[in-house]
């Protein structure tokens, strides 16, 4: 069973680095390409290496059979996975969203964070039975309810966000259009992989199998970023 728990604690762990990088790289891209509210798709992110590095943590000890730092360890990822949404939002309220709505779209998240952290606090955290590739600690119904009406909006505008791009190609700057598409292409990936992982309706290898899928979209967000590195010279 340690092989297996290993190889999960390794894909998490990876998905971590990848996750920084992202964050890391689009700190230090090109001023030309780089705008403000791109900060925050590098800060979900940021949130999203710190979520990994935990899951990977709570695993670990999990194995270890201290499954109390696990489920206090739960408790804190969840904590960012609901900041991370926020700080998503912001991006895409920015990059997808006509003015009109952009208030509305705030005031919802921020609102629908609350209630995901008081239904943290209401709630108890389930545990699932140990097998040989993953030991989920499941959130609660409420949480899991609260969690899918934050994803479902943010994975609409995303698409939303990446057709747009797709349809005006030829119109953009190169940088610009393959930061938001790989962006949106990571996002997507996420919203599947990782929500499927979130809301517990997978278990054993299959839990792992999506966590590859979860690396994948950290790998095309940092792809993504390093595109607003591009000198000016090289445009076209």
């Given at each position: 069973?340690?092989?297996?728990?290993?190889?999960?604690?390794?894909?998490?762990?990876?998905?971590?680095?990848?996750?920084?990088?992202?964050?890391?790289?689009?700190?230090?891209?090109?001023?030309?390409?780089?705008?403000?509210h791109?900060?925050?798709?590098?800060?979900f992110?940021?949130?999203?290496?710190?979520?990994?590095?935990?899951?990977?943590?709570?695993?670990?000890f999990t194995y270890?059979?201290?499954?109390?730092?696990?489920?206090?360890?739960?408790?804190?990822?969840?904590?960012f996975?609901?900041?991370?949404?926020?700080?998503?939002?912001?991006?895409?309220?920015?990059?997808?969203?006509?003015?009109?709505?952009?208030?509305?779209?705030?005031?919802?998240?921020?609102?629908a964070?609350?209630?995901?952290?008081?239904s943290?606090?209401?709630?108890?955290?389930?545990?699932?039975?140990?097998?040989f590739?993953i030991?989920?600690?499941v959130?609660?119904?409420?949480?899991?309810a609260?969690?899918?009406?934050?994803?479902?909006?943010?994975?609409?505008?995303?698409?939303?966000?990446?057709?747009?791009?797709?349809?005006?190609?030829?119109?953009?700057?190169?940088?610009?259009?393959?930061?938001?598409?790989?962006?949106?292409?990571?996002?997507?990936?996420?919203?599947?992989?990782?929500?499927?992982?979130?809301?517990?309706?997978?278990?054993?290898?299959?839990v792992?199998?999506?966590?590859l899928?979860?690396l994948v979209?950290?790998?095309?967000?940092?792809i993504?970023?390093?595109?607003?590195?591009?000198?000016?010279?090289?445009?076209?």
């Amino acid at each position: 069973m340690f092989v297996g728990i290993l190889f999960a604690v390794i894909v998490s762990l990876s998905i971590s680095v990848f996750s920084l990088l992202a964050f890391l790289a689009q700190r230090h891209a090109n001023p030309s390409f780089w705008k403000p509210h791109y900060f925050f798709f590098g800060l979900f992110w940021l949130g999203m290496s710190v979520v990994w590095a935990l899951i990977a943590t709570s695993d670990f000890f999990t194995y270890l059979e201290l499954r109390y730092v696990s489920v206090f360890l739960t408790y804190v990822f969840q904590v960012f996975i609901g900041a991370s949404l926020v700080s998503v939002a912001y991006f895409l309220n920015i990059s997808a969203l006509r003015r009109h709505i952009k208030k509305i779209w705030a005031a919802y998240f921020l609102m629908a964070y609350f209630l995901f952290l008081l239904s943290l606090v209401q709630y108890h955290l389930t545990l699932r039975p140990t097998n040989f590739f993953i030991n989920q600690i499941v959130t609660s119904q409420q949480t899991r309810a609260i969690f899918v009406i934050m994803v479902v909006p943010l994975y609409t505008a995303a698409f939303i966000l990446l057709a747009r791009f797709v349809r005006l190609r030829h119109t953009i700057d190169r940088p610009t259009y393959t930061f938001h598409v790989f962006a949106c292409v990571s996002l997507l990936l996420l919203g599947v992989a990782g929500s499927v992982d979130e809301i517990g309706v997978i278990s054993g290898w299959i839990v792992t199998a999506s966590r590859l899928v979860s690396l994948v979209s950290a790998i095309a967000a940092y792809i993504g970023t390093l595109a607003l590195h591009e000198p000016d010279e090289l445009v076209i």
